[in-house]
């Protein structure tokens, strides 16, 4: 069965601080993982989208990772903004089908 | 700019009421999608289309069905709403291939009582 893991579950930083995001997956046959940043009440919106070729991607202050060999991605947060507090969900599609299979997210917090 | 919007933000209906969501996207999308998202479950896919009145059951088609008359739009209705469908849904749509990106709407909360 398809699934993404993610932790922490949630996770309380202090404005300024970095902070690393984990996905663990078993998706057979991998097709692409993405990383979505949801405000709270907000649809998701996509952060990055990374093929099984490539390793890290970033988008500003957020950059991902992704090991298609042991099957385990990073978002790491740069010098965090209060704007950062949101989920933060880890999306992996195979290539066998249109479907997703979603994480269920890292809620982060960002504190002053 | 991309934009999925979806008619209601905030929905309350009560048991037994046939309730109807709806959603557009102004990208030309092949694609739609509805998930409902609820906590510590994560999103889960109910319905798809992949093109003007096809469809493809998700993961929890049960008690929904879906519409799909015109491209842009993508219609999500609960024949006779249950508690159990109180929860946020998704609309989403993206072009065909595994890929492209999701686009999604702001969600819309729906409580039924």
């Known amino acids: 069965k398809n699934q993404v893991e993610q932790s922490p579950q949630s996770l309380i930083i202090l404005e300024g601080k970095n902070c690393t995001l984990q996905?663990?997956?078993?998706?057979?046959?991998?097709?692409?993982l993405r990383w979505y940043k949801q405000d709270t009440g907000r649809g998701p919106v996509s952060l990055t989208i990374?093929?099984?070729?490539?390793n890290t991607k970033s988008n500003g202050r957020y950059t991902a990772t992704l090991d298609a060999d042991t099957k385990q991605s990073s978002l790491h947060i740069t010098a965090s903004q209060l704007s950062d507090s949101a989920s933060y969900i880890c999306v992996v599609s195979a290539s066998s089908n249109y479907k997703l299979t979603f994480g269920k997210g890292t809620l982060l917090t960002v504190n002053p | 700019d991309v934009k999925v919007t979806q008619s209601s933000r905030y929905l309350v209906k009560r048991t037994g009421e046939k309730v109807f969501l709806e959603c557009v996207q102004d990208m030309d999308h092949e694609n739609m999608f509805w998930y409902r998202q609820d906590p510590g479950l994560g999103l889960r896919l109910i319905y798809f289309s992949y093109d003007v009145k096809m469809k493809e059951k998700g993961d929890i088609p049960e008690g929904y069905s879906v519409s799909r008359e015109k491209k842009e739009r993508f219609s999500l209705i609960l024949e006779s709403a249950s508690t159990n469908q109180t929860s946020m849904y998704l609309c989403?749509?993206?072009?065909?291939?595994?890929?492209?990106?999701?686009?999604f709407g702001p969600g819309t909360r729906l409580t039924v009582t």
């Open positions: 989403a749509s993206s072009l065909p291939g595994q890929g492209y990106e999701q686009y």
């Open positions: 996905c663990n997956y078993t998706v057979s046959p991998f097709s692409n």
């Open positions: 990374m093929t099984f070729s490539e």
